[in-house]
C-alpha cells in the first residue's frame, strides 16, 4: 500500500508540483482513500518529503554503482559526466521535484534529517579522478572537487530544467536527438576544458555519449 501511495505521489508531485498536487488524485491513482494517505504519512508536507527522499535515495545509489577507473583518469571523467547527464535523462521527476522544492526554498528538506545524513558519492570518485589525473600530469592541481561536480550537475540541470522554454525560444526540440547527444559531448569538453590540460581536452573531442 505505501508502495502504491508513494509512487503515485511521485508521478502527481512531479507533474504538478506540491501546491498544485492534490491528494484526491493520489488516492486514486493508489487505489486508496485518502485517509489511508494521512495514517501512512500524516499530512501533505510529509508525503510530499518522503517523496523527495525517495528521489535523492535513488540518485545516490545510483552514484554508490557507478564505478570509475582511476587508472584512465580522463576516461573515468568522461564517463562520470555521462552518468551524471543519463540519470537526469532517465529520472526527469527528480528534475522537477527539486525544481519545486527550490521554489518552496527547501522547507520539506530542511526537515529530513534522512536527506542532511546524505552525502554525494561522486564526489569521493572525481577526488580519486583528479589525484589520477594530477598525478600523471593530466589535470590541474587547484581543482577542487566540489567545483567539478557542481559544474557537471549545473551541465546536465540546466538543460533540463530549461528544455521547454529554451525549445520554444530557440524553435528547436532539445530532446530530440542528436541535440542530448551533442550536449553530452559538449557538457564532457566543457569539464575536461576546465580541468586545464591538452592532453585531456584532446581526449575529450568528438566523444559518443554512452550510458555509464
Not at 485518502?34 to 518522503?50: A, S, W
Not at 571523467?77 to 518552496?104: C, F, I, K, Q
Not at 529554451?166 to 524553435?171: C, E, F, M, P, T
Request: glycine residues 8%; proline residues 4%.
Amino acid at each position: 500500500m505505501q508502495g502504491r501511495i508513494l509512487a503515485a505521489a511521485m508521478r502527481e508531485f512531479s507533474e504538478h508540483g506540491f501546491s498544485g498536487g492534490r491528494v484526491d488524485r493520489i488516492s486514486r491513482q493508489a487505489h486508496t482513500v485518502d485517509r489511508m494517505l494521512y495514517y501512512y504519512f500524516g499530512n501533505k508536507d510529509r508525503l510530499f518529503r518522503t517523496v523527495l527522499e525517495q528521489a535523492y535515495d535513488r540518485m545516490i545509489q545510483a552514484q554508490q554503482d557507478f564505478q570509475v577507473d582511476a587508472e584512465d583518469p580522463v576516461e573515468g571523467m568522461r564517463r562520470l559526466v555521462a552518468h551524471s547527464w543519463h540519470h537526469y535523462l532517465e529520472h526527469p521527476e527528480l528534475v522537477r521535484l527539486v525544481m519545486t522544492e527550490n521554489l518552496h526554498r527547501g522547507r520539506h528538506i530542511r526537515t529530513s534529517a534522512r536527506i542532511r545524513r546524505l552525502s554525494l558519492p561522486l564526489i569521493d570518485k572525481i577526488a580519486a579522478l583528479l589525484r589520477a589525473g594530477q598525478a600523471r600530469g593530466l589535470f590541474r592541481r587547484d581543482v577542487e572537487p566540489v567545483e567539478v561536480l557542481l559544474t557537471v550537475m549545473a551541465l546536465g540541470f540546466f538543460y533540463m530544467t530549461n528544455r521547454y522554454t529554451l525549445s520554444a525560444w530557440l524553435g528547436v526540440d532539445l530532446m530530440e536527438e542528436p541535440r542530448p547527444t551533442r550536449w553530452l559531448e559538449h557538457g564532457t569538453r566543457v569539464v575536461l576544458d576546465y580541468l586545464g590540460h591538452p592532453r585531456a581536452v584532446r581526449a575529450g573531442r568528438g566523444l559518443a555519449a554512452a550510458p555509464a
